[in-house]
């Protein structure tokens, strides 16, 4: 987050910019740390816009070093042209928009999450008590670990804001009626309206239970918004044994006041006042103290407006589950249309496996003739490829009906991260880094140079060295809003990209070096263009390999495969992508995969193109308002 005062610091910047007279030089480099400001902004780097706009103040002292600030080069040699003027034309649109980037962080509604518990605590078994749970300016206090609610650029208009709660528990209480409710907002006051629950701590409490605690998440339009839990002594666990009579009953006079920049700053959720909301919404929350057990919600505006929740059991660990379905799939002995045959009855198998709510809710959409366009997963289960599954139902003594895979009518947007929060909706490609190591020998890539400039030629930007010393140190000096490889991965399961010279690149290396520093700084578009010569790899990718790693390093969004591609088809999506882009750049990134996937399921289609999955926002793209 950026403080107010930094906020208005930079308003007084552009104020006397406005009124400044200089040099085409000097306005060449005040045009570069106004872009480095605006990017500050856009993605709420404090430290970022601190730096620049120090900068900035500098233009006028033309000594040596004096526009380098935190390792990043700005041009020292302002010039000393006889033409002084105004800010030039080309200047005016990019001030403009940081002066409206800079008034919509100053609209922000900002409130931390809470759990606030009616009861002397240690809880006893048997007891009754009530949580509520509440939005509000405070800190987070004593056992609480939260994501902040943050919604940027409110509409102007806006009174109030409903954000809908889900409670959810682990195994030492019950909840006594619904775990859902809808809160208010009012942007005027400080405290939300209070979502009450009424719970009970069982009798006796299973001794495998782990730590007591609740869990709350916060959704609003249809988009992960933030969550809170809160340790809750039971007498008996822990070591807790009861306090003195009174108790203690966390409260607004309870907890520290402040300007919600407490414990809950460590992660807020940037959420578009004006963000569109999928078609269907799906969250899955691991069940404590269960294996192999979640918890779903699943919310539309469809039908209008509909909320169900329920749970999903599986046998067996998900990644068992995708490796038993897929085991055909990934036979060395199967022929191309021996695996787009498997690549269909693993989807049929893996709508089977879906939760019961998740299938009845699909086909009541489907017979009320508004199937989901979209679909945005949230989910502490990442193995399961909700993109191959494929409905189908036979009932009545009616033939079976089957519907195209989901990921070929649904764009789906997966985000799989702690804290409960959404990607951007809004990601603005205007230039790339491409990273297309020319490997010798029968490790050539054939298509890897043709890709490198299509990229380069809609995107402009530079080739990234293919050794990982070079590696390493360009992407800690450069970025980009659009990171794109073209390369082999280590093994099938894509946890390590090959280098040049027998070098690798793995998620551990790329989440503490160069690469995580871009990703930090910039919030780019991944594109994983992992690739093979001949047959694809054997094996399955997992979210919690790169696509993982780039999350956690703040990426926007990021494309990867499920499974090693074949080097001809993986260029053609490419092609196909960044066409697609060029077409419509209002057109969700999402969207223009489900073109992709239905590839796969053509006759004679290479199974390549249902491998591709999308980890964002379902409606992310670069075109929007």
Known sequence: MIAPRQLERTRAALRILSRLEFDADRWAAVATLVREMLLAVYARHEPRLRAALAALEQVGDVRAGGLTSEGREFPTRLGSGPVAGPPPSALL???????????????????NPHIDIEATLPLRPGTRFTADVVLDTTMSQAGEQATAFVLRNPPADLRKL????????????????????????????????????????????????????????????????????????VAGFDGERPRAAGGTRSSLAARPQGDGHGAAEQGGVLLNGRAEAPDLYVVIERDAGRRHHYLVRLQTGLLGGLVMTGTWALSESAQDVTRRIMADFAD??????????????????????????????????????????????????????????IPHRREHGQPRQTMPALGVSCGIGRWHQSGHFSPSQRLRLTDSLV????????????????????????????????????????????????????????????????????????????????????CE??????????????????????????????????????????????DGPAHQVAIDFYQALQEDPSRPFADVLCSVRARAYHEGGADSFAAYCFYGDPLAATGRP
């Open 521 to 566: 700084q910039r919030r780019p578009l991944i594109f994983l263009n992992a690739c093979e010569l001949g047959r694809p790899g054997l094996g399955l990718a997992s979210v919690e390999g790169f696509p993982a790693a780039f999350i956690a390093c703040d990426a926007a969004a990021v494309i990867a495969p499920l499974w090693a591609v074949d």
């Open 93 to 111: 649109p990019h001030l403009d928009e940081l002066a409206a980037e800079l008034a919509a962080a100053g609209a922000e509604i900002r409130r």
């Open 435 to 518: 990273l297309a190591p020319d490997y010798p020998g029968e490790r050539k890539l054939p298509n890897a140079s043709a890709e490198r400039d299509l990229v380069l030629a809609h995107y402009p930007g530079r080739e990234v060295p293919g050794t990982f010393d070079e590696l390493d140190a360009f992407y800690a000096a450069t970025n980009a809003s659009l990171l794109h490889f073209v390369c082999h991965g280590q093994d099938a399961t894509l946890q390590a990209i090959q280098l040049l010279n027998h070098q690798t690149l793995s998620t551990r290396q790329m989440r503490g070096g160069g690469l995580g520093l871009a």
């Open 332 to 389: 060395p002995a199967a022929t191309p249309a021996g695996r787009q045959r498997s690549l269909t009855g693993a989807g049929l198998d893996f709508f089977d496996v879906a939760p019961e709510c998740f299938k009845q809710l699909y086909w009541r959409l489907v017979d009320a003739g508004t199937p989901p366009r979209n679909m945005y997963l949230v989910s502490e289960e990442p193995a399961i490829p909700w993109e191959l599954m």
């Open 162 to 233: 409903s954000v809908e709660v889900w409670l959810t528990v682990t195994p030492h209480f019950v909840i006594d009626g619904p775990a859902t409710a809808t809160i208010e907002v009012d942007p005027a006051e400080a405290r939300s309206t209070e979502a009450r629950f009424t719970l009970a701590v069982r009798d006796p409490v299973p001794q495998d239970a782990g730590p007591p605690a609740l869990r709350a998440t916060f959704d609003h339009q249809l988009r992960a918004s933030g969550s809170v839990q809160r340790h809750v002594p």
